[in-house]
């Protein structure tokens, strides 16, 4: 009989932000525990909230393989490594004050807009052991901004978003971000309907094929990639992969909740335009036998499953002036979208600027944008960089052409 060990614990700071100033506090230590044990190919678990006692848990756990679910055993054997990513990012000791006055700032870089929603500060704590040797531990943190904006008098709930993800702030340049994002808000330019460079949030345009990519969707022919994998099916530029290096993957422990290691911490799923594996875990691999970037997440006292966690996009270090040299839509804002199960997208654009050799034009109208993932990923797909209009924290911002009508 083999064991696994599991515990998590998340700290969170939440301050909610209304009218461009901190309302209230709230903090919340959350403790998970689990333990696994595996046995003639099955399995049975056992989880707790809190501080918990281990041996009660593993007695649990042995009860549990009287369920009789099936599971390899595969665990990883005699690995032990600690990292502690832990940063001094902001004083959670003055938290309030300090989101105050950083409020403050934001603020008086746009005084005619107003400032609401969420500012987010986290530690996580990871730990796996079993008894194959393995032994493994984790701690980091990270801040989150995640503003909305909303100009005064504006019939919105919001007109567009700010934020950012970040380990280190630096609010010089997160002054300048506000400014970049809202001192054009007045400009009004208009475009005729056609088909443009578009620059927008790598997410918003993938969206729900993300989920497309994992091994149950795909095995259960629901996936719009259904029957391509090993196949080209985008640029040679266009890569997905999960990225766990420590100096990309904030507040998230380098190893999957099996344990699991990636060779430099990376393990892809498009690479360079081809489909070469499915985001999946031990027990799907083994019952599809398909190709899988293992990457398992798993609720304290569940079955591991798949998981999104570390999901990123392949970028190049291009600047938006050096990738805007013809006018470009960059969208900001866009909601209430879908993709067929053909891969036909589209979406309504509730804020986007006009850009050109990195410099806002103007406001465009709401409009709505459409094409085919194939295309937008494929033949008209240019790049992906990590900054785009505001330069504090890293996100994912494609450029390609899309159909545009008003």
Do not use: W
């Amino acid at each position: 009989m083999q064991k696994e060990y599991l515990t998590s614990t998340v700290v969170k700071y939440t301050i909610n932000v209304v009218k461009n100033k901190p309302e209230s506090l709230r903090k919340t230590i959350e403790k998970t525990n689990t333990v696994r044990v595996y046995d003639n190919g099955f399995i049975g678990v056992a989880g707790s909230i809190g501080e918990s006692n281990f041996d009660e848990l593993e007695k649990q756990a042995v009860e549990n393989l009287g369920l009789k679910l099936p599971y390899p055993c595969k665990l990883p054997e005699n690995v032990v490594k600690k990292m502690d990513t832990t940063k001094k990012i902001i004083d959670t000791d003055n938290y309030m004050q300090s989101v105050g006055k950083m409020l403050d700032k934001i603020s008086a870089a746009a005084p005619k807009f107003i400032f609401g929603n969420k500012v987010t500060y986290v530690e996580v704590e990871a730990k796996y052991r079993n008894t194959k040797g393995c032994d493994l531990e984790y701690k980091g943190n990270t801040f989150s901004l995640g503003l909305s904006v909303k100009s005064y008098g504006s019939a919105n709930l919001f007109d567009l978003f700010y934020g950012f993800n970040e380990v280190s702030i630096d609010e010089k340049e997160m002054v300048n971000d506000v400014k970049l994002i809202t001192e054009h808000y007045g400009d009004i330019v208009d475009i005729e309907p056609g088909k443009y460079p578009v620059l927008m949030d790598t997410s918003d345009m993938f969206g729900k094929s993300f989920y497309d990519l994992m091994i149950d969707q795909y095995a259960s022919n629901a996936s719009i990639f259904k029957g391509k994998l090993g196949q080209k099916i985008f640029s040679d530029k266009f890569s997905i992969y999960f990225d766990r290096k420590p100096e990309k993957a904030y507040a998230t422990p380098f190893f999957d909740d099996e344990g699991e290691i990636a060779p430099d911490y990376e393990r892809f799923i498009i690479k360079n335009g081809e489909f070469v594996a499915l985001i999946g875990n031990k027990r799907q691999q083994e019952v599809y036998n398909l190709p899988i970037a293992q990457n398992s997440g798993a609720s304290y006292d569940g079955l591991p499953s798949a998981s999104l966690a570390g999901l990123m996009v392949k970028t190049e270090n291009k600047t938006l002036a050096e990738i805007t040299k013809e006018k470009t839509i960059f969208v900001l804002v866009a909601s209430g979208g879908d993709t067929t199960t053909d891969g036909d997208f589209a979406t309504p654009v509730q804020f986007a600027y006009l850009v050109q050799d990195g410099k806002v034009l103007g406001k465009l109208p709401d409009m709505q944008i459409y094409g085919n993932i194939f295309e937008f990923f494929g033949k008209d797909y240019v790049t992906t960089v990590s900054k785009a209009l505001t330069q504090v924290g890293e996100g994912y911002y494609t450029l390609t052409k899309l159909n545009v009508q008003k």
